[in-house]
C-alpha cells in the first residue's frame, strides 16, 4: 500500500513576496482612505476631501472627465453600498471589488510564498487590457449621459 503522494511546489520568490506585500499595502491604503471618505451624493467631487481642487476639466469643458466619479465609488463600494458605487462610475465600482481582491491576493503571495502572482500577471494580456480599456470607455460614457454638471 502507498502512502499519500507529497508534490513539491515552487514557492514565491523573495522579490514575488515583497512584491505581493506592496501590492497588499498598496491596496489596503486605498481602500482606508476610500472608507474614510464621505461619498457626494452628486456620485463626483469626494476627491476634494483630500484637499485636491475641483476638476479642473469639468470646470474647463463642463463635462466629467474619464476618472469622474471614481474617488466616490471607491468611497461606496468601501462602505460595502454596490449598488450607489456602481450608479456613481461603474468601472470603479468593478475596481474596487478588483483592489480589494488584489489585496487578499498580495497578501496570500507575501505571507505564504503563492504563485498567484505569476497567474494575475498572465491574465494582463493586451486583449484584456483592450477590454479593460473598453469598459472604462464605456463607463465614462456612461457618465457623461447621466452627468448633473456642477453638483
Not at 22 to 46: D, F, N, Q, Y
Not at 78 to 96: C, K, N, S
Not at 106 to 133: D, E
Request: hydrophobic share 55%; charged share 10%.
Amino acid at each position: 500500500m502507498r502512502g499519500p503522494v507529497i508534490v513539491a511546489t515552487a514557492k514565491a520568490t523573495r522579490g514575488e513576496r515583497a512584491a505581493g506585500a506592496a501590492i497588499a499595502v498598496g491596496c489596503l491604503a486605498l481602500l482606508v482612505v476610500s472608507a474614510w471618505l464621505r461619498p457626494e451624493g452628486a456620485g463626483h467631487g469626494t476627491h476634494e476631501q483630500l484637499g485636491l481642487p475641483a476638476c479642473g476639466w469639468a470646470v474647463a469643458t463642463g463635462y466629467p472627465c474619464p476618472t469622474c466619479g471614481m474617488t466616490t465609488a471607491f468611497a461606496h463600494a468601501a462602505d460595502l453600498e454596490l449598488g450607489r458605487a456602481i450608479v456613481a462610475q461603474p468601472f470603479a465600482a468593478a475596481a474596487a471589488l478588483a483592489t480589494a481582491a488584489a489585496f487578499w491576493a498580495g497578501l496570500h503571495v507575501a505571507v505564504f510564498g503563492s504563485r498567484l502572482g505569476r497567474i494575475g500577471g498572465k491574465l494582463l494580456s493586451a486583449r484584456v487590457l483592450w477590454w479593460i480599456a473598453g469598459a472604462w470607455g464605456a463607463s465614462w460614457a456612461y457618465k457623461v449621459i447621466v452627468w448633473n454638471g456642477g453638483g
